[in-house]
């Protein structure tokens, strides 16, 4: 038994190094200042955290509306490949998930007073009748709100009537819309003022984004609510 007193040393050694390892893991290792010990004891107010994400709200827009306000958000279709969106307080009112797009005008029509939609069509302004968008708008109520997107081409089949129209609607651009411009327009019937909610960009082989067409528009605002139907 004589391998029982040497035993007890090796172990004690063993014992002592790895007590010695465990403690300048802890401590962080000489003249570190007991950094890991330090983090064990901080509080979560003086810990570094990432920023935190840019708050979104209604439709995607970077601030609120005012009260009494609607918020909106539309784009116009790129070329002849992606649908044009349109998205009233926080609801997507017509896109290619929704299937309700199509090439031509994408036109929802809006309750100026509740801001709830009344009637979204899509109507093909280079194949299509022309008579189907005049029946469409002709007989807007006084207030309604209409929201217009254009995806490919939105003028082949316009004639003077549907351009005074829109024109009456209050858009200022419509007089020179032409064959795959981009455009997108929010209007009413019965303003007394051009819309300031208007975007159109010609298509020109010098300035095209794509191919064949100009870039995709994208607009967003507020939209103040009528207080009482006419």
Do not use: H
């Given at each position: 038994m004589r391998l029982a007193g040497p035993l007890r040393i090796v172990a004690l050694v063993v014992t002592v190094g790895l007590t010695w390892i465990v403690v300048s893991i802890l401590?962080?290792?000489?003249?570190?200042?007991?950094?890991?010990?330090?983090?064990?004891?901080?509080?979560?107010?003086?810990?570094?955290?990432?920023?935190?994400?840019?708050?979104?709200?209604?439709?995607?827009?970077?601030?609120?509306?005012p009260e009494e306000h609607l918020a909106f958000r539309m784009v116009s279709g790129a070329a002849n490949v992606i649908g044009p969106k349109i998205c009233l307080e926080d609801k997507m009112l017509m896109s290619s998930v929704k299937d309700n797009v199509g090439r031509g005008l994408n036109i929802a029509l809006v309750n100026g007073v509740s801001g709830e939609l009344i009637e979204a069509r899509a109507?093909?302004?280079?194949?299509?009748?022309v008579n189907d968008l005049l029946k469409f708008i002709r007989p807007l109520h006084e207030g309604t709100l209409v929201f217009v997107a254009s995806y490919d081409d939105p003028a082949t089949k316009m004639n003077e009537e549907t351009r005074k129209l829109f024109s009456d609607l209050g858009?200022?651009?419509?007089?020179?819309?032409?064959?795959?411009d981009s455009w997108v327009f929010v209007g009413a019937k019965g303003v007394q003022n051009k819309s300031p909610f208007e975007q159109h960009v010609k298509n020109s082989k010098h300035t095209n984004k794509y191919e064949g067409w100009p870039e995709a528009l994208e607009m967003e605002g507020c939209i103040p609510r009528r207080t009482t139907a006419s």
């Open positions: 401590l962080g290792g000489p003249g570190s200042g007991f950094p890991r010990i330090q983090q064990l004891f901080t509080s979560p107010e003086n810990s570094v955290t990432a920023e935190p994400r840019a708050r979104k709200y209604k439709c995607g827009l970077p601030q609120p509306c109507f093909d302004m280079w194949a299509g009748d858009s200022k651009n419509v007089k020179d819309l032409a064959f795959r």
